[in-house]
């Protein structure tokens, strides 16, 4: 993550690797001097304080759970598969008038 100061004009790269759970998807929630890196779920992944720019202790990830376990993959299986179908539905219509 990166924290932009366009006042000063400067950057401070904030390394989020070793959050469990991954951040794909993650919203940022300010609370006072602290950011909060908040997952789909609801869960805070991570609490930054946002003047020394430096992770505040790792909350504790629950057994089992992992914010990208929700990814639904139907939307982008669905499609696939009806073009699949009729990819084979157009070679056997061609295979037939070649015949």
């Known amino acids: ?42 869960t805070v992944l991570a609490r930054i304080d946002t003047r020394s720019h430096r992770l505040l202790g790792r ?10 376990a929700g990814t639904s993959w139907l939307p982008m299986l669905a499609p696939t598969a009806v073009l699949a179908v009729m990819l084979v539905l157009a070679r056997r219509r061609r295979a037939v008038r070649t015949a």
């Open 59 to 68: 909350p504790v990830a629950r057994a089992g759970q992992s914010e990208d």
């Open 1 to 42: 993550m990166h924290a932009l100061d366009t006042e000063r004009r400067t950057a401070v790269c904030i390394d989020l690797d070793g959050v469990g759970g991954g951040v794909w998807g993650a919203t940022l929630q300010l609370h006072g001097p602290t950011l909060d890196v908040v997952g789909r779920r609801g």
